[in-house]
């Protein structure tokens, strides 16, 4: 009679706890290094395929169109945007190229839009001069928030009214009633289109020491002090008298116009009859 033996179920050879947890771990680890190879892989891939698209004649650069431009010429702006036919759309960054055009004084800001496969729109937008600021010997350019921009050079259209009696220290400062924000606001409410008093007509705009604004006509010869503050309203009281001048024929006997007083009278000065 053959006998078979019986083991216990405890003498069974099982792993361990340990064992086990070792195992788990070596799977992790093994887990993670194919995900970080198979990452390194696909970032290789992809960076040989996008430097072989920025060599690619398929997004050669081979039209730029320019819009916006009047004052800066189209050369310049493509010499300061660092862009020809032969760059590649793909490559080009277009911040940097935005941020090199806007360093232009008289680039206010600019656009750049990828037409692709290989067209290039550029557009600015050009400051505006409003007046033409003369301090220390100098002659700049003030746009419509006061900014001085870009010097005067030979050539440069200077008809815009003069802003003179100011340092440039004093003119840029921020005090909301101070002289240079009189300034501003008279050359803001003659560029609204006043017919008795536009903006083409002024001719300067002086501040005496005591930062009282005195105007200048191009077609009159008097002066017209407005004082300081409130030169909204003293410009339309001006423009109706102004107005009244013309239909009267009045403005060869004026001597001057003046609004400086505090009871927001307009005194029409006469010259001397003798």
Known sequence: MIRVSKKKWRDRPYPSRRDGAADLRRKVMLL??????????????????YN?????????????????????????????????IHSNLLKLKRRGVEERLAAHPWIKSA???????????????????VAIFVGEGRFFFVDAGGGLFASAEPGDDLDFPVISGLTRQAWETTDPAGAPADVLRLL?????????????????????????VVMFLADRPFPIHFGRGD???????????????????????????????????????????G
């Open 32 to 49: 993670v290094a194919g995900g970080f190879l198979g990452i390194g892989v696909f970032v290789a891939l992809g960076f040989a395929v």
């Open 52 to 84: 072989g698209l920025t060599r690619s004649v398929f997004f050669q650069i081979t039209a730029i169109n320019i819009q916006g431009s009047q004052r800066v010429g189209k050369g310049t702006i493509l010499e300061l945007s660092g862009v020809d």
């Open 111 to 129: 656009e750049v839009r990828r037409d692709w496969p290989n067209r290039l729109l550029i557009a600015i937008q050009e400051r505006k001069p």
């Open 188 to 212: 803001r409410k003659a560029g609204r289109g006043d017919s008795n008093l536009p903006l083409q007509n002024i001719s300067e705009l002086h501040v005496d020491q005591a930062g009282n």
């Open 231 to 273: 030169m909204e309203g003293k410009f339309g009281r001006v423009a109706k008298v102004l107005g009244w001048l013309y239909k009267k024929k009045q403005f060869q006997e004026t001597n001057a116009i003046r609004l400086d007083d505090l009871e927001k009278k307009v005194v029409v000065e006469r010259a001397s009859s």
